[in-house]
Protein backbone atom coordinates (compact mmCIF):
# COMPACT_ATOMS: atom_id res chain seq x y z
CA UNK A 1 0.00 0.00 0.00
CA UNK A 2 1.53 3.72 -0.96
CA UNK A 3 1.44 6.25 0.94
CA UNK A 4 -2.11 8.45 0.25
CA UNK A 5 -2.03 11.74 -1.72
CA UNK A 6 -4.67 14.60 -0.20
CA UNK A 7 -4.72 17.90 -0.81
CA UNK A 8 -2.25 18.67 1.85
CA UNK A 9 0.27 17.22 -1.05
CA UNK A 10 0.20 21.11 -2.57
CA UNK A 11 0.73 23.10 0.73
CA UNK A 12 3.95 20.61 1.18
CA UNK A 13 5.28 20.82 -2.27
CA UNK A 14 5.40 24.48 -1.75
CA UNK A 15 7.14 23.69 1.82
CA UNK A 16 10.16 21.72 -0.32
CA UNK A 17 10.78 24.83 -2.29
CA UNK A 18 11.33 26.88 0.75
CA UNK A 19 15.13 28.21 2.51
CA UNK A 20 16.06 27.06 5.70
CA UNK A 21 16.86 29.84 7.94
CA UNK A 22 16.58 29.59 11.83
CA UNK A 23 15.70 26.19 14.13
CA UNK A 24 13.29 25.87 16.20
CA UNK A 25 11.94 23.23 18.43
CA UNK A 26 8.77 24.80 19.69
CA UNK A 27 5.73 22.71 21.58
CA UNK A 28 7.52 22.54 24.56
CA UNK A 29 9.01 19.28 24.34
CA UNK A 30 12.62 19.30 25.50
CA UNK A 31 15.01 17.46 22.85
CA UNK A 32 18.60 16.49 24.62
CA UNK A 33 21.29 18.37 22.77
CA UNK A 34 23.41 16.18 20.54
CA UNK A 35 26.91 17.02 18.81
CA UNK A 36 27.44 19.97 16.41
CA UNK A 37 26.07 20.14 13.08
CA UNK A 38 26.28 20.68 9.77
CA UNK A 39 24.45 22.31 7.31
CA UNK A 40 24.93 21.16 4.51
CA UNK A 41 22.51 19.11 2.84
CA UNK A 42 22.83 15.19 2.51
CA UNK A 43 26.44 16.05 3.27
CA UNK A 44 28.86 13.28 3.21
CA UNK A 45 31.69 12.86 5.10
CA UNK A 46 33.45 9.94 4.76
CA UNK A 47 37.15 10.27 5.88
CA UNK A 48 38.75 7.09 4.36
CA UNK A 49 41.64 6.95 6.66
CA UNK A 50 40.01 8.00 9.86
CA UNK A 51 40.58 5.04 12.52
CA UNK A 52 39.11 4.40 15.39
CA UNK A 53 41.17 3.06 18.60
CA UNK A 54 39.71 0.39 20.93
CA UNK A 55 36.07 -0.17 20.67
CA UNK A 56 34.17 1.31 23.70
CA UNK A 57 33.60 -2.82 24.90
CA UNK A 58 36.94 -3.07 25.31
CA UNK A 59 36.33 -6.04 23.28
CA UNK A 60 33.47 -7.90 25.14
CA UNK A 61 31.10 -6.94 22.09
CA UNK A 62 31.76 -9.28 19.11
CA UNK A 63 28.60 -9.21 17.41
CA UNK A 64 26.31 -6.99 16.92
CA UNK A 65 22.47 -7.41 15.75
CA UNK A 66 20.74 -4.54 14.09
CA UNK A 67 16.91 -5.35 14.11
CA UNK A 68 15.23 -3.26 12.14
CA UNK A 69 11.29 -3.05 11.94
CA UNK A 70 8.75 -0.89 10.58
CA UNK A 71 6.21 2.43 10.79
CA UNK A 72 6.03 3.32 14.33
CA UNK A 73 6.54 6.48 16.38
CA UNK A 74 7.77 6.28 19.51
CA UNK A 75 4.47 7.16 21.23
CA UNK A 76 2.54 4.73 19.17
CA UNK A 77 4.21 1.87 20.58
CA UNK A 78 5.73 3.03 23.77
CA UNK A 79 2.63 5.33 25.27
CA UNK A 80 2.90 5.57 28.87
CA UNK A 81 5.93 3.60 29.46
CA UNK A 82 7.74 5.17 32.76
CA UNK A 83 9.88 7.40 32.45
CA UNK A 84 9.66 8.06 28.93
CA UNK A 85 8.33 11.38 27.38
CA UNK A 86 4.88 10.35 25.82
CA UNK A 87 1.82 11.96 25.46
CA UNK A 88 -1.86 11.00 26.19
CA UNK A 89 -3.31 14.17 23.57
CA UNK A 90 -1.86 16.15 21.03
CA UNK A 91 -3.04 18.64 18.72
CA UNK A 92 -4.48 18.87 15.29
CA UNK A 93 -3.99 22.18 12.85
CA UNK A 94 -7.07 23.58 13.85
CA UNK A 95 -5.48 24.00 17.57
CA UNK A 96 -8.02 21.23 18.98
CA UNK A 97 -7.23 18.86 21.82
CA UNK A 98 -7.42 15.01 20.54
CA UNK A 99 -7.02 12.62 23.24
CA UNK A 100 -5.00 9.74 21.98
CA UNK A 101 -7.08 5.98 21.41
CA UNK A 102 -5.49 2.76 20.69
CA UNK A 103 -5.75 1.13 17.39
CA UNK A 104 -4.17 -2.64 17.20
CA UNK A 105 -1.19 -2.84 15.09
CA UNK A 106 -3.41 -5.97 12.92
CA UNK A 107 -4.76 -3.29 10.75
CA UNK A 108 -5.88 -3.71 7.02
CA UNK A 109 -5.33 0.07 6.08
CA UNK A 110 -2.30 2.37 6.36
CA UNK A 111 -1.22 6.16 7.32
CA UNK A 112 0.70 8.44 4.89
CA UNK A 113 4.42 8.25 5.38
CA UNK A 114 6.46 10.31 3.17
CA UNK A 115 8.02 13.90 2.76
CA UNK A 116 4.57 15.61 2.23
CA UNK A 117 3.18 13.82 5.26
CA UNK A 118 6.38 14.53 7.41
CA UNK A 119 6.19 18.04 6.38
CA UNK A 120 2.37 18.31 7.58
CA UNK A 121 2.78 16.63 10.31
CA UNK A 122 5.79 18.82 11.51
CA UNK A 123 3.27 22.19 11.43
CA UNK A 124 -0.01 22.60 10.06
CA UNK A 125 0.63 25.39 7.83
CA UNK A 126 3.39 23.19 6.12
CA UNK A 127 6.68 24.75 7.33
CA UNK A 128 10.03 22.87 6.62
CA UNK A 129 11.06 20.45 9.14
CA UNK A 130 13.15 22.25 11.64
CA UNK A 131 12.14 25.30 11.60
CA UNK A 132 8.75 25.67 13.28
CA UNK A 133 7.90 21.61 14.08
CA UNK A 134 5.10 22.32 16.66
CA UNK A 135 3.56 18.49 15.44
CA UNK A 136 -0.04 19.48 15.03
CA UNK A 137 -0.32 18.74 11.60
CA UNK A 138 -1.08 15.02 11.61
CA UNK A 139 -4.52 15.10 11.07
CA UNK A 140 -3.42 16.75 7.56
CA UNK A 141 -1.79 13.12 6.72
CA UNK A 142 -3.63 10.30 4.52
CA UNK A 143 -5.75 7.61 5.84
CA UNK A 144 -6.35 4.66 3.83
CA UNK A 145 -9.60 3.56 5.74
CA UNK A 146 -11.57 6.19 4.63
CA UNK A 147 -15.03 5.79 5.89
CA UNK A 148 -14.69 3.05 8.09
CA UNK A 149 -12.01 4.40 10.76
CA UNK A 150 -12.17 2.90 13.90
CA UNK A 151 -12.04 6.50 15.53
CA UNK A 152 -12.32 9.76 14.51
CA UNK A 153 -8.80 11.13 14.00
CA UNK A 154 -6.60 7.58 13.19
CA UNK A 155 -3.71 9.32 12.93
CA UNK A 156 -4.01 10.01 16.97
CA UNK A 157 -3.73 6.72 18.17
CA UNK A 158 -1.38 4.11 20.17
CA UNK A 159 -0.95 0.50 20.10
CA UNK A 160 -2.66 -1.20 22.84
CA UNK A 161 -0.31 -2.47 25.63
CA UNK A 162 -1.73 -6.22 25.59
CA UNK A 163 0.32 -6.37 22.05
CA UNK A 164 3.47 -4.15 22.56
CA UNK A 165 4.23 -6.17 26.07
CA UNK A 166 6.89 -8.11 24.88
CA UNK A 167 8.47 -4.49 23.97
CA UNK A 168 7.86 -3.09 27.19
CA UNK A 169 9.61 -6.47 28.58
CA UNK A 170 12.37 -5.76 26.96
CA UNK A 171 12.82 -2.26 28.21
CA UNK A 172 11.84 -3.26 31.43
CA UNK A 173 15.38 -5.67 31.15
CA UNK A 174 17.04 -3.55 29.32
CA UNK A 175 17.28 0.02 27.42
CA UNK A 176 14.58 1.91 25.82
CA UNK A 177 15.71 5.13 24.04
CA UNK A 178 13.06 7.79 24.19
CA UNK A 179 14.94 10.44 21.66
CA UNK A 180 16.05 8.38 18.93
CA UNK A 181 14.84 10.32 15.41
CA UNK A 182 15.42 8.86 12.43
CA UNK A 183 18.64 10.53 10.35
CA UNK A 184 16.71 11.41 7.30
CA UNK A 185 13.48 13.55 7.46
CA UNK A 186 10.99 12.45 4.39
CA UNK A 187 9.89 9.24 6.36
CA UNK A 188 10.39 6.76 3.61
CA UNK A 189 11.41 3.21 4.22
CA UNK A 190 14.00 3.09 1.55
CA UNK A 191 15.20 6.29 2.88
CA UNK A 192 15.52 5.11 6.34
CA UNK A 193 17.06 1.48 5.45
CA UNK A 194 20.04 3.60 3.04
CA UNK A 195 20.84 5.15 6.21
CA UNK A 196 21.40 2.20 8.47
CA UNK A 197 23.76 0.98 5.88
CA UNK A 198 26.19 3.74 4.83
CA UNK A 199 24.48 6.59 6.91
CA UNK A 200 23.30 8.81 3.55
CA UNK A 201 20.63 8.31 0.58
CA UNK A 202 22.57 9.96 -1.98
CA UNK A 203 20.08 13.29 -3.36
CA UNK A 204 16.77 11.06 -3.09
CA UNK A 205 14.03 11.17 -1.00
CA UNK A 206 11.29 9.34 -0.65
CA UNK A 207 10.64 5.93 -2.32
CA UNK A 208 11.14 3.83 -5.53
CA UNK A 209 7.76 3.17 -7.22
CA UNK A 210 9.17 -0.97 -8.21
CA UNK A 211 11.82 -3.08 -6.27
CA UNK A 212 14.34 -1.33 -4.37
CA UNK A 213 16.90 -0.67 -6.50
CA UNK A 214 19.31 -2.79 -9.24
CA UNK A 215 19.41 -3.29 -12.02
CA UNK A 216 17.14 -0.24 -12.58
CA UNK A 217 14.95 0.99 -14.88
CA UNK A 218 11.67 3.41 -15.49
CA UNK A 219 9.83 1.91 -12.83
CA UNK A 220 12.94 2.33 -10.32
CA UNK A 221 13.30 6.28 -10.50
CA UNK A 222 13.06 8.05 -7.12
CA UNK A 223 12.99 12.11 -6.48
CA UNK A 224 15.78 13.86 -6.60
CA UNK A 225 16.17 17.24 -4.59
CA UNK A 226 18.62 20.16 -5.07
CA UNK A 227 20.77 22.13 -2.15
CA UNK A 228 17.49 23.58 -1.09
CA UNK A 229 15.44 20.56 -0.80
CA UNK A 230 13.87 21.56 -4.09
CA UNK A 231 12.37 18.87 -6.61
CA UNK A 232 15.24 18.69 -9.57
CA UNK A 233 14.36 15.46 -11.46
CA UNK A 234 14.61 11.78 -10.88
CA UNK A 235 17.67 9.38 -10.50
CA UNK A 236 17.40 5.92 -10.86
CA UNK A 237 18.49 3.49 -7.35
CA UNK A 238 21.31 1.95 -8.36
CA UNK A 239 24.31 3.61 -7.40
CA UNK A 240 27.56 3.38 -5.34
CA UNK A 241 27.71 4.72 -2.09
CA UNK A 242 30.68 3.59 0.46
CA UNK A 243 28.56 1.00 2.92
CA UNK A 244 29.09 -0.37 6.38
CA UNK A 245 29.53 -3.81 4.48
CA UNK A 246 32.00 -2.43 2.39
CA UNK A 247 34.30 -0.86 5.47
CA UNK A 248 33.16 -4.64 7.27
CA UNK A 249 34.85 -6.37 4.26
CA UNK A 250 38.21 -4.28 3.92
CA UNK A 251 38.51 -5.10 7.62
CA UNK A 252 38.02 -8.91 7.32
CA UNK A 253 34.54 -8.93 9.57
CA UNK A 254 32.06 -10.69 9.02
CA UNK A 255 28.32 -9.44 8.07
CA UNK A 256 25.20 -10.87 6.97
CA UNK A 257 21.77 -8.78 5.96
CA UNK A 258 18.48 -11.00 6.56
CA UNK A 259 15.50 -9.91 4.22
CA UNK A 260 12.35 -11.27 2.39
CA UNK A 261 11.86 -11.53 -1.16
CA UNK A 262 8.68 -10.78 -2.73
CA UNK A 263 7.06 -12.26 -5.98
CA UNK A 264 7.80 -8.49 -8.22
CA UNK A 265 9.70 -7.18 -5.61
CA UNK A 266 13.05 -8.91 -4.79
CA UNK A 267 14.51 -7.98 -1.53
CA UNK A 268 12.20 -4.33 -1.16
CA UNK A 269 13.13 -4.62 2.61
CA UNK A 270 16.82 -4.90 1.66
CA UNK A 271 18.91 -1.68 1.69
CA UNK A 272 21.92 -3.09 -0.37
CA UNK A 273 19.57 -3.98 -3.56
CA UNK A 274 20.42 -0.30 -4.66
CA UNK A 275 24.07 -0.37 -4.04
CA UNK A 276 25.47 -1.58 -7.27
CA UNK A 277 28.34 -2.91 -6.56
CA UNK A 278 26.85 -4.86 -3.49
CA UNK A 279 24.43 -6.08 -6.30
CA UNK A 280 26.44 -7.13 -8.73
CA UNK A 281 29.48 -8.74 -6.58
CA UNK A 282 30.63 -11.67 -4.44
CA UNK A 283 28.34 -9.77 -1.23
CA UNK A 284 25.13 -10.62 -3.00
CA UNK A 285 25.23 -14.29 -3.00
CA UNK A 286 27.48 -14.44 0.12
CA UNK A 287 26.32 -11.92 2.57
CA UNK A 288 22.43 -11.63 1.81
CA UNK A 289 20.29 -14.41 3.40
CA UNK A 290 16.80 -15.31 3.01
CA UNK A 291 14.43 -16.33 4.16
CA UNK A 292 14.98 -13.74 7.21
CA UNK A 293 14.32 -16.44 9.84
CA UNK A 294 17.26 -18.41 9.00
CA UNK A 295 19.14 -16.18 11.70
CA UNK A 296 17.19 -18.24 13.74
CA UNK A 297 18.74 -21.77 12.73
CA UNK A 298 22.16 -19.56 12.46
CA UNK A 299 21.87 -18.53 15.53
CA UNK A 300 21.23 -22.18 17.01
CA UNK A 301 24.19 -23.74 14.80
CA UNK A 302 27.15 -21.77 15.33
CA UNK A 303 26.75 -19.16 12.02
CA UNK A 304 26.35 -15.89 13.28
CA UNK A 305 28.05 -13.12 11.58
CA UNK A 306 29.92 -10.30 13.52
CA UNK A 307 27.45 -7.73 12.30
CA UNK A 308 23.72 -8.84 11.22
CA UNK A 309 21.10 -6.70 9.71
CA UNK A 310 17.58 -8.41 10.15
CA UNK A 311 14.47 -6.74 8.50
CA UNK A 312 10.99 -8.83 8.45
CA UNK A 313 8.74 -10.41 6.17
CA UNK A 314 5.19 -7.81 5.74
CA UNK A 315 3.50 -10.02 8.46
CA UNK A 316 6.14 -9.40 10.85
CA UNK A 317 7.02 -6.20 10.06
CA UNK A 318 4.46 -4.18 12.91
CA UNK A 319 3.79 -2.15 9.52
CA UNK A 320 0.38 -0.51 9.41
CA UNK A 321 -2.00 -2.11 6.87
CA UNK A 322 -0.26 -5.92 7.14
CA UNK A 323 -3.38 -6.75 8.72
CA UNK A 324 -1.47 -8.94 11.52
CA UNK A 325 0.19 -8.66 15.00
CA UNK A 326 3.00 -11.07 14.99
CA UNK A 327 6.02 -8.60 14.95
CA UNK A 328 6.53 -8.26 18.55
CA UNK A 329 6.48 -12.10 18.55
CA UNK A 330 8.84 -12.04 15.35
CA UNK A 331 11.45 -9.26 17.40
CA UNK A 332 11.29 -11.90 20.34
CA UNK A 333 11.97 -14.81 18.29
CA UNK A 334 15.45 -13.80 17.50
CA UNK A 335 16.17 -11.87 20.70
CA UNK A 336 15.54 -15.47 22.50
CA UNK A 337 17.09 -17.16 19.87
CA UNK A 338 20.64 -15.12 20.77
CA UNK A 339 20.18 -14.44 24.65
CA UNK A 340 19.77 -18.33 24.91
CA UNK A 341 22.96 -19.54 22.65
CA UNK A 342 26.36 -19.26 23.03
CA UNK A 343 26.55 -15.42 21.52
CA UNK A 344 24.74 -13.57 24.27
CA UNK A 345 27.84 -12.99 26.00
CA UNK A 346 29.57 -11.44 23.22
CA UNK A 347 26.40 -9.65 21.28
CA UNK A 348 24.82 -6.02 21.59
CA UNK A 349 21.32 -5.82 19.89
CA UNK A 350 19.65 -3.06 18.17
CA UNK A 351 16.14 -2.91 17.92
CA UNK A 352 14.28 0.34 16.13
CA UNK A 353 11.61 0.98 13.64
CA UNK A 354 12.52 2.72 10.52
CA UNK A 355 10.25 5.57 10.57
CA UNK A 356 7.32 6.92 12.45
CA UNK A 357 4.90 5.67 9.95
CA UNK A 358 2.24 9.16 10.32
CA UNK A 359 1.24 8.28 13.81
CA UNK A 360 1.34 11.32 16.15
CA UNK A 361 4.14 12.19 18.38
CA UNK A 362 4.85 14.84 20.53
CA UNK A 363 8.39 15.57 20.29
CA UNK A 364 9.20 18.16 17.72
CA UNK A 365 11.89 16.78 15.32
CA UNK A 366 15.53 18.22 15.59
CA UNK A 367 16.91 20.38 13.16
CA UNK A 368 19.95 18.72 11.90
CA UNK A 369 20.71 20.15 8.18
CA UNK A 370 18.04 19.99 5.25
CA UNK A 371 18.42 15.72 5.02
CA UNK A 372 17.30 15.80 8.79
CA UNK A 373 16.66 14.36 11.87
CA UNK A 374 13.12 13.48 11.19
CA UNK A 375 10.08 11.80 13.68
CA UNK A 376 11.00 10.43 16.89
CA UNK A 377 11.42 6.68 16.68
CA UNK A 378 11.65 3.44 19.22
CA UNK A 379 15.12 2.19 20.04
CA UNK A 380 15.28 -0.86 21.90
CA UNK A 381 19.04 -1.96 23.14
CA UNK A 382 19.73 -5.12 24.44
CA UNK A 383 23.07 -6.70 25.63
CA UNK A 384 24.17 -8.28 28.86
CA UNK A 385 26.44 -5.04 29.83
CA UNK A 386 23.08 -2.95 28.90
CA UNK A 387 21.94 -1.46 31.55
CA UNK A 388 19.35 -2.84 33.59
CA UNK A 389 15.67 -0.74 32.97
CA UNK A 390 17.03 2.59 31.57
CA UNK A 391 15.52 4.94 29.78
CA UNK A 392 17.44 6.80 28.00
CA UNK A 393 17.16 10.23 26.95
CA UNK A 394 20.09 11.13 24.97
CA UNK A 395 19.63 11.91 21.58
CA UNK A 396 20.08 9.23 19.00
CA UNK A 397 19.59 8.33 15.58
CA UNK A 398 20.34 5.99 12.82
CA UNK A 399 24.34 6.96 12.89
CA UNK A 400 24.19 6.42 16.15
CA UNK A 401 24.15 2.95 15.54
CA UNK A 402 26.49 2.96 12.76
CA UNK A 403 28.78 4.37 15.23
CA UNK A 404 28.66 2.14 17.33
CA UNK A 405 29.19 -0.32 15.20
CA UNK A 406 32.37 1.65 13.83
CA UNK A 407 33.87 2.01 16.93
CA UNK A 408 33.81 -1.35 17.90
CA UNK A 409 35.19 -2.65 14.92
CA UNK A 410 37.98 0.47 14.41
CA UNK A 411 36.10 1.37 11.29
CA UNK A 412 35.98 5.10 9.93
CA UNK A 413 33.12 7.58 9.77
CA UNK A 414 30.97 6.51 6.48
CA UNK A 415 28.79 9.83 6.43
CA UNK A 416 27.50 12.97 8.18
CA UNK A 417 24.97 10.99 10.40
CA UNK A 418 27.13 9.15 12.27
CA UNK A 419 29.64 11.79 12.54
CA UNK A 420 27.33 14.25 14.20
CA UNK A 421 25.25 11.61 16.31
CA UNK A 422 25.82 10.08 19.50
CA UNK A 423 27.08 6.45 20.23
CA UNK A 424 24.78 5.06 22.92
CA UNK A 425 27.70 3.30 24.48
CA UNK A 426 28.21 5.85 27.49
CA UNK A 427 24.50 6.30 28.34
CA UNK A 428 23.02 2.28 27.55
CA UNK A 429 26.45 0.32 28.40
CA UNK A 430 28.21 -0.43 31.50
CA UNK A 431 30.96 -2.30 30.23
CA UNK A 432 32.66 -2.43 33.63
CA UNK A 433 29.97 -5.03 34.85
CA UNK A 434 30.37 -8.80 34.17
CA UNK A 435 28.05 -9.82 31.49
CA UNK A 436 24.23 -10.14 33.21
CA UNK A 437 22.38 -13.64 32.53
CA UNK A 438 19.66 -13.21 29.91
CA UNK A 439 15.91 -12.96 30.72
CA UNK A 440 14.08 -14.92 28.40
CA UNK A 441 11.17 -12.45 27.01
CA UNK A 442 7.49 -13.79 26.68
CA UNK A 443 5.70 -13.61 23.64
CA UNK A 444 2.38 -15.30 22.31
CA UNK A 445 4.66 -16.99 19.01
CA UNK A 446 7.77 -18.34 19.48
CA UNK A 447 10.59 -19.71 17.50
CA UNK A 448 8.68 -22.92 16.00
CA UNK A 449 6.18 -20.57 14.55
CA UNK A 450 8.21 -18.50 12.41
CA UNK A 451 10.52 -21.31 11.17
CA UNK A 452 6.95 -22.81 10.02
CA UNK A 453 5.57 -19.93 8.60
CA UNK A 454 4.32 -19.80 5.19
CA UNK A 455 6.52 -17.58 2.57
CA UNK A 456 5.28 -14.43 2.71
CA UNK A 457 3.77 -12.70 -0.86
CA UNK A 458 1.86 -10.47 0.32
CA UNK A 459 2.00 -7.23 -1.98
CA UNK A 460 3.78 -4.50 0.40
CA UNK A 461 4.77 -0.99 0.93
CA UNK A 462 7.49 -0.20 -1.44
CA UNK A 463 7.70 2.95 0.90
Not at 142 to 166: D, F, L, N, Q, R
Not at 370 to 384: A, C, H, K, T
Request: with cysteine; charged share 15%; glycine share 10%.
Amino acid sequence: MHSISLGVRTLCVAALVLSVSACSNGGGASVSPGLPLPNQPNSRVAPALQRVGHGPSNGKIKHIVIIVQENRSFNNLFYGYKNATTARYGYDSYGQKIKLLPIPLETSWDVEHDSYGDIAACDGTGSLPGTNCRNNGFNLEGVGCYGSCPIKHPEYAYVPHSETKPYFDMAKEWVLADHMFASNFDASSFISHQYIISGWAEKAIDFPGGPWGCPGGPGDMISEVGPQRQPSGSEVVCWDPTTLGDELDKASVSWAFYGEIYSGYPFIWVAYQAVKHIYTGPDWSKDMISPPEQILNDVANGNLRSVSWVTPSWTNSDHAGSSSNTGPSWVTSVVNAIGESQYWDSTAIFVFWDDYGGWYDPVPQPYADLDGLGMRIPMLVISPYARHGRVSHVQYEHGSILKFVEDTFGLGRLAASDTRANSPARDCFNFRQSPRPFVPIQAPYGRAFFLHQPPDHHVVDAE
